[in-house]
């Protein structure tokens, strides 16, 4: 990884880099935060590239001792400002989760491309808390600590035993001084955290100093190279828009394009030239429409690589959870034929195993805002009340399951997959039943034919609900829980190949995403009555009906805005099989998705999902590749001679005698 300085230039006045951690003064390279002598009046003297669920994200970068960079970085502080308000499950989010969360994150990361990262060490003990002088580019301690220094309080016994809350069964977090005890004083990180005698709030340490806070709460923190580019800049980049660089308030952190030391690469496009440059616009439109379905190839893999580690899908991913990093070239190969996509924020998604069985449910943790790039018929959970009739109880080796009978007394909508929990109570107490549901399931009197998922259940406890066999039950509550897994990631991957080739410029992503999941149900339509793949369906439908080819045609996007489809510089066959690849990534959509809904994924294995789609792309690139690398001087020539030919059999004209 790395070599970003191709495409960050060097700091401009008025910003340096500090070194965060104290234990590195020796080493031969330190790992920095980029900060600004003077604060932006709106972000300050830290560059913050962006904030997710747990973490806030700064622009860093790697110093030697003579404080020249070597590369840049991305610094990852753990941050509990945007979880404290959400809860999740029986205990809700907790520091145990939080932090155990995290550091499976990097393992991820690591395994799944461990040139993106740097193995530190921080991203699995909690460090001092680090303040910056901004004036001497340098981390300075939280004041009034011993030479041990502050540190975050884990110690679940003697928070307790001082009236706060466990560091491990809540969200609140306190620093301490290990030598004084229990005595404190403990500095609370946050204002609305349960507080005695013995605590003080960390703003009023920090208002001691003259230093800025930069990770003051001693938060877990992860590095990786820094990706110039996310996904959308890269898609608008391969079009030939300019990219001016990193935006810091009102200041840019130029790239090398725009650097005066790099008069070669002034006033061109990002990367330079395109490498058919000199072949016209024609050529420029197919490298653009390669460089785009490279790109979400790229996409894909990436997303498949960090879940098949995790095993638990993003249920947040938008083209924000992506970036796109540059290596190096040599003067030969453009800048943008190295791209490479990297997942960089892996949701805010957390794993629930449902109790006494082998099934885990996901969710988002985070707040569920509305997004074009997520699933709208993925509806949430809710609750409500209705009666059960226990059918039978059946024991097996995996363990005990229930038939009956469920009426709720509101109309349920459900979709496959989803889950179902009834609370009903016995002797022993109120026993959880969970199901998977089916639409078929659902009787015509609003009734649901149920059979749960076997549980480990105590052997009385089984007796006394087979007892209770053919006995209503009233007021039983119940729970609809959406099963979301990696198809959910699979829909949002395909709204992003829709975003990078189907978006015609000034154009909307609603209209385009609209206007291809038409096409995709018409599509599944006429395979009832056809035997042909997609892509011959495809083409079928935009013979039929020319408002296809000015809707979804790569006339619109990669030329002058023809749409007779004899004239298209991209062949047809090729765009069918794009169209068709973008519809199969839908869920549900029809007969030619992949799965047929959001929760269809191979438990244990659910990474699985995207390998179909990855064997679309990349057969894809190959034949994309075929048209860049041809002859374009003959194939130029043959396309004019084919064009006069189809227009002049039109019009009726005679073709030239041959000479």
């Known amino acids: 990884m790395g070599c970003t300085n191709q495409v960050l230039g060097p700091l401009p006045k008025g910003y340096g880099a500090a070194p965060i951690l104290c234990e590195q003064s020796g080493c031969p390279l330190r790992v920095a935060v980029v900060v600004r002598s003077e604060a932006d009046p709106s972000t300050g003297h830290f560059v913050i590239l962006r904030d997710t669920f747990d973490a806030r994200v700064y622009l860093g970068a790697l110093v030697d001792q003579a404080g020249a960079i070597h590369d840049y970085i991305e610094i990852h502080v753990q941050s509990l400002e945007s979880v404290r308000a959400q809860t999740f499950g029986p205990g809700g989010l907790t520091n145990a989760v939080l932090d155990q969360r995290w550091q499976e994150q990097s393992a991820a990361w690591s395994a799944a491309d461990p040139s993106s990262i740097i193995i530190s060490g921080c991203e699995k003990r909690h460090g001092r808390p680090i303040l910056i002088d901004i004036a001497k580019l340098q981390p300075v301690d939280l004041p009034g600590s011993d030479a041990e220094g502050w540190q975050l309080c884990q110690d679940d016994a003697l928070l307790e035993s001082a ?12 620093l301490h001084q290990p030598k004084l005890g229990k005595e404190g004083p403990f500095v609370s990180l946050h204002a609305d955290s349960p507080s005695s005698k013995s605590t003080v709030l960390l703003e009023e340490l920090v208002g001691q100093s003259d230093a800025t806070p930069f990770n003051a709460g001693a938060g877990l923190m992860r590095f990786r190279y820094y990706q110039p580019l996310s996904l959308e800049e890269f898609f608008d980049a391969a079009r030939g828009k300019e990219w001016s660089g990193l935006q810091h308030g009102r200041a840019t952190l130029q790239w090398h394009g725009t650097d005066a030391d790099h008069e070669d690469a002034a006033g061109q496009p990002m990367g330079g030239q395109p490498l058919l440059a000199r072949q016209g616009k ?4 197919i490298e653009s429409h390669f460089l785009a379905i490279c790109a979400i190839a790229s996409s894909i893999a990436t997303v498949r690589d960090v879940v098949r580690q995790t095993q638990r899908p993003i249920l947040s991913l938008t083209p924000a959870n992506l970036r796109v990093s540059l290596g190096p070239t040599g003067p030969a190969m453009p800048l943008l034929w190295s791209a490479k996509a990297s997942l960089v924020d892996q949701g805010d998604s957390v794993g629930a195993r449902i109790e006494g069985t082998d099934t885990t449910y996901f969710a988002r943790a985070g707040t569920s805002a509305a997004s074009i790039y997520q699933p709208a018929d993925v509806h949430a959970a809710f609750t409500g009340r209705g009666s059960f009739r226990i059918r039978q109880v059946i024991a097996e080796k995996r363990g005990t399951l ?9 109309k349920m909508d459900a979709s496959a997959n989803d889950l179902l929990r009834i609370r009903v109570g016995v002797a022993a107490g109120r026993i959880d039943l969970y199901t998977r549901l ?4 659902a009787m015509a009197s609003g009734e ?3 059979r749960s998922l076997p549980q480990s259940l105590a052997p009385a406890t089984a007796a006394q609900l087979q007892a209770a066999e053919g006995v209503p039950m009233g007021n039983v509550d119940f729970e609809l829980i959406p099963f979301q897994s990696s198809p959910c990631d699979l829909y949002s991957l395909g709204v992003i190949a829709a975003r990078g080739l189907l978006v015609k410029p000034g154009g909307s992503l609603a209209v385009a995403l609209d206007e291809v ?3 995709g149900r018409q599509a599944g339509l006429d395979a009832t009555s056809s035997h042909a793949s997609l892509p011959e369906r495809i083409g079928a439908i935009f013979a039929k009906d020319g408002r296809w080819a000015t809707a979804l045609g790569p006339a619109a996007f990669f030329s002058d805005g023809a749409t007779d489809m004899r004239r298209w510089l991209i062949p047809p066959t090729l765009w069918w099989e794009t169209l068709a690849a973008v519809i199969r990534m839908l869920p549900g959509l029809g007969p030619d998705s992949l799965y047929a809904d959001y929760g269809a994924a191979p438990p244990g294995a659910i990474h699985r ?6 064997v679309d792309w990349n057969a894809l690139i ?3 590749r075929g048209l860049l690398l041809g002859d374009w001087q003959l194939d130029r020539e043959m396309h004019d001679v084919i064009g006069w030919f189809a227009e002049s059999t039109a019009s009726g004209k005679t073709a030239p005698a041959a000479r």
């Open 517 to 519: 999941m038409s096409l």
């Open 609 to 614: 999902v995207f390998n179909q789609s990855l």
């Open 622 to 624: 190959a034949k994309a």
């Open 438 to 441: 089916d639409p078929q399931m």
């Open 163 to 174: 009236g706060l809350p466990a560091f491990s069964k809540s969200i609140d977090r306190y």
């Open 282 to 285: 024609s050529a420029q439109a």
């Open 402 to 410: 229930v038939e009956g009978t469920f009426t709720p007394r509101e």
């Open 448 to 450: 649901w034919r149920l």
